[in-house]
Structure formats: structure tokens, C-alpha cells
T-cell receptor, first 114, second 114 residues
């Protein structure tokens, strides 16, 4: 597609429950990025993929967070045993790579942990 | 530590005048800079970018200036229009291949007064 698609738009989970977020990058883009936006507009990089391979996971919390990009499937970000502090908007972005620096963002998934 | 800083949380400008948004960075390894615009409940939208080998890039009403020695960049919007009211984020990346994560500033809320 021509836009990055993210589902669901909103997700509410009780503390300790699992949350799974999905992202379909722009067709032809090789790189997928996940960012977490918490209070005060701060964007935190989580992880990036080059096609189905993890490219950079320096921002991923060591526990509870995992992500995948499998062929012919949307990419996913999964949080096991959610905590109140995981409440945030999670943005997915994709880019062509190969000296094209612009990342194009999806509309985000708002996760609320209660 | 905040490697990309936008020290003005908000800015109000009269319609038709010039809007100037500022951004400072501390990481000397950054060599590509981008500006994004964000409306509430939407993902960031790419506006304009600049490579560290340039000091100016222009696209329609938007111009970005880069002063490498001062580690400072600015976005000029002229003339400002009501539709420009949004939060503007400065972002930066290291490397030369277009596949690196973005480091964001905390944003400046621009309000255009009709």
C-alpha cells in the first residue's frame, strides 16, 4: 500500500495481559521501525527490521517486548504481561533505505494499560 | 540524555508571517536531519530534510537551515497558514545508508493566529 497501516487504533489491556500490535509497511520499503511515544511528546526508538531480519534492537526492553516481521505478513510488536508504564502510543514507520532517509509513519496504536 | 533539543515548547505566529522553529543537537555523529509535522491522533508526517553536507534546503514554503559548527538547525515557514498549526518535531540520524533510527526532539507546538 501507499501508506503505513497500523492496527488496532486503540487497545486496552488489564495489567498483566498480553498486547499485540500490527504494522503493514509501505509496499517496496525494506525497513520497518517501531517507536514508542509517551508523555511530553518523547519518541523512543524500540527496534528496526530490514525485511524479516532484526536490524537494530538497541531500544527494545530486555523483558516482555518482542517483535517480528515475517514474509507476507504484517509486522508485529508484542508485549507480554503489560505494565501501567507501557501505556503509550506505538508508531510504526517504514523507509526505502538505500540512502533514502525519510521514514513514513503510520497513525499509531494507542495502548492503555489499566 | 536528550541528544536533540527543541527548547521552545510553543510558538504563536500571525497568519502570513514567518514561523521559525529551532532545534539543537549534541551528537556529532548525526549527519541527516528531518522535520516532521504532527496533528493530534495522527502519525508524524515528513516535511523536509537536510544532509550535513548542505546548509540549506528549500521546498515550497518550507526551508531548513543547518549550522553544523553550532549544531543548530531551523525550519522556516513562510508565509504561515492556519493549516500549519501542529506540533513540529526535529529528528536526526547517524550513518549514510538511510536505515538508521531517528532521534527526536520533544516538539514545538506552532499556532497560527488568523
Amino acid at each position: 500500500g501507499e501508506e503505513v497501516a497500523q492496527t488496532p487504533k486503540h487497545l486496552v489491556r488489564g495489567e498483566g495481559q498480553k498486547a499485540k500490535l500490527y504494522c503493514a509497511p509501505i509496499k517496496g520499503h525494506s525497513y520497518v521501525f517501531w517507536y514508542q511515544q509517551v508523555l511530553k511528546n518523547e519518541f523512543k526508538f524500540l527496534i528496526s527490521f530490514q525485511n524479516e531480519n532484526v536490524f537494530d534492537e538497541t531500544g527494545m526492553p530486555k523483558e516482555r517486548f518482542s517483535a517480528k516481521c515475517l514474509p507476507n505478513s504484517p509486522c508485529s510488536l508484542e508485549i507480554q504481561a503489560t505494565k501501567l508504564e507501557d501505556s503509550a502510543v506505538y508508531f510504526c514507520a517504514s523507509s526505502f533505505g538505500r540512502s533514502s532517509y525519510e521514514q513514513y509513519f503510520g497513525p499509531g496504536t494507542r495502548l492503555t494499560v489499566t | 540524555d536528550q541528544q536533540v533539543k527543541q527548547n521552545s515548547p510553543s510558538l504563536s505566529v500571525q497568519e502570513g508571517r514567518i514561523s521559525i522553529l529551532n532545534c539543537d543537537y549534541t551528537n556529532s555523529m548525526f549527519d541527516y536531519f528531518l522535520w516532521y509535522k504532527k496533528y493530534p491522533a495522527e502519525g508524524p508526517t515528513f516535511l523536509i530534510s537536510i544532509s550535513s553536507i548542505k546548509d540549506k534546503n528549500e521546498d515550497g514554503r518550507f526551508t531548513v537551515f543547518l549550522n553544523k559548527s553550532a549544531k543548530h538547525l531551523s525550519l522556516h515557514i513562510v508565509p504561515s497558514q492556519p493549516g500549519d498549526s501542529a506540533v513540529y518535531f526535529c529528528a536526526a540520524s547517524e550513518g549514510n545508508f538511510g536505515n538508521e533510527k531517528l532521534t527526536f526532539g520533544t516538539g514545538t507546538r506552532l499556532t497560527i493566529i488568523p
